[in-house]
């Protein structure tokens, strides 16, 4: 069974820098087919990219935040980091992890059940 | 970036009938566009990939059509457990955009 599970502070101050991890199973990260990507939705908004990462460290990061964001996996831990600095309280949303299928255009055909990041001092 | 608009932003229908979403792309994707389902509080769930494709386990009543730019994603018969948010997602080698949603509710 493919699952991915998000983790990080609930609770960052703005201008901190945050940290999540995304641990996955029933797939390597050394996948070829596969990858895994971040993406966000604030509080009644839409859904948001952030990044991608796959197994030859081919990263990707949306045009808008590229500056603050760095994705980064360790294939042993089975885990993918994504880091965001400067914070703001915009920033409060919903976090999710997804595995990106190449055999399926690339689609995210398995989600993490999202962890909720709050920016406030 | 290639922006997705999605329409309509929300929709009110009785259960049976036929509902449709659009989304258009600022230019031509192909068939690189896929459909999410999110219901509250719930991570979103994949439906349709390839514009076409149904993915396994996902009901008939779901379907996706299109090329290029224009894509239209159907119900053919709203059932009470497919009230939900659904999104179009496109990816492209400079990274992936999603449309704004439709939100659809039972009349």
């Known amino acids: 069974q493919v699952t991915l599970k998000e983790s990080g502070p609930v609770l960052v101050k703005p201008t901190e820098t945050l940290t999540l991890t995304c641990t996955v199973s029933g797939f390597s990260l050394s996948n070829a087919r596969m990858g895994v990507s971040w993406i966000r939705q604030p509080p009644g908004k839409a859904l948001e990219w952030l990044a991608h990462?796959?197994?030859?460290?081919?990263?990707s990061y949306s045009t808008s935040l590229k500056s603050r964001l760095t994705i980064s996996k360790d294939t042993s831990k089975s885990q993918v980091v994504l880091t965001m600095t400067n914070m703001d309280p915009v920033d409060t949303a919903t976090y999710y992890c997804?595995?990106?299928?190449?055999?399926?255009?690339?689609?995210?055909?398995?989600w993490g059940q999202g962890t909720m990041v709050t920016v406030s001092s | 970036d290639i922006q997705m608009t999605q329409s309509p932003s929300s929709l009110s229908a009785s259960v049976g009938d036929r509902v449709t979403i659009t989304c258009q792309a600022s230019q031509d994707i192909s068939n690189y566009l896929n459909w999410y389902q999110q219901k509250p509080g719930k991570a979103p769930k994949l439906l349709i990939y390839?514009?076409?494709n149904l993915e396994t386990g996902v009901p008939s009543r779901f379907s996706g059509s299109g090329s290029g730019t224009d894509f239209t994603f159907t119900i053919s018969s709203l059932q009470p457990e497919d009230i939900a948010t659904y999104y179009c997602?496109?990816?492209?080698?400079?990274?992936?955009?999603f449309g704004g949603g439709t939100k659809v509710e039972i009349k």
């Open positions: 997602q496109q990816y492209d080698n400079l990274g992936v955009t």
């Open positions: 997804a595995r990106i299928n190449r055999l399926f255009s690339d689609a995210f055909d398995i």
């Open positions: 990462i796959f197994s030859n460290d081919e990263k």
């Open positions: 390839d514009a076409s």
